[in-house]
């Protein structure tokens, strides 16, 4: 399960020492003594689409984007409150209606903000699209935006493209999360005149594409 907000007090932030805190929640955290805390947010992914086909059709499914991600490192006195909120991530789509698509769910954002300074953003996915008409090309949803943070603000990565094609089916691979290495990689587009599948992206580096006229699906994104 990914983890989107810590809290890392230290008294020496560049040396990397103290704990850490992890609030998969949306709650209220009171700090418990002034000093320097490291403050991450990570957005919630999107689903990607769905389209269904007896073999009349043409399916095709997009990923959806991944989450944004923000840190911000800042001295906080003792009874501050933070106030926490937590994304939830995309819902599943589900197409079972032949040549009926379904698009996919954007995901939400995480946000955490005190008195007297500006919100930590870590926005969400943008949902994949769906189609079930020929040759066309449905985009992926964008990755989500992050701001606010004062050492980190990346960009999740988008999902990958999916091309219709009547009697097969192509499915994109969804966006990668943001991270402290930088924007998600992207998901792997899928054109196959058969049927594939792009891999999903990792946090650093894209899924692997689909193409060509035999089934098949593209690899994973490796890690950061």
Known sequence: MAIPVTLAPSQAINAKRG????????TTYTIPVSGFYRLSALGA????????SSGATAPAAAGGGGGAFCEHEVYLAKDTVLTITIGAGGAAASST????????????????SWTGAPTLFAGG???????????VVVA?????????????NATGGAGGAATASTGNGNAGGGGGAG?????????????????GAGGGGSIRFAGGAATGTT??????GTGG
């Open 140 to 152: 992926g949803g964008v990755g989500g935006l992050a701001s606010g943070g004062n050492s980190v």
């Open 19 to 26: 704990c850490a805190l992890f609030f998969p929640a949306t």
């Open 45 to 52: 992914g999107a689903s990607g689409g769905a389209s269904f």
């Open 97 to 112: 209606v032949d040549g009926t698509p379904v698009n996919g769910t954007a995901g939400g954002a995480t946000t955490i």
């Open 179 to 195: 991270s402290p290495y930088g924007t998600g990689g992207v998901g792997g587009a899928s054109d196959c005149s058969v049927m």
């Open 125 to 135: 996915g943008v949902r994949g699209s769906a189609t079930a008409t020929d040759t």
């Open 215 to 220: 089934s098949h699906g593209g690899g994973g």
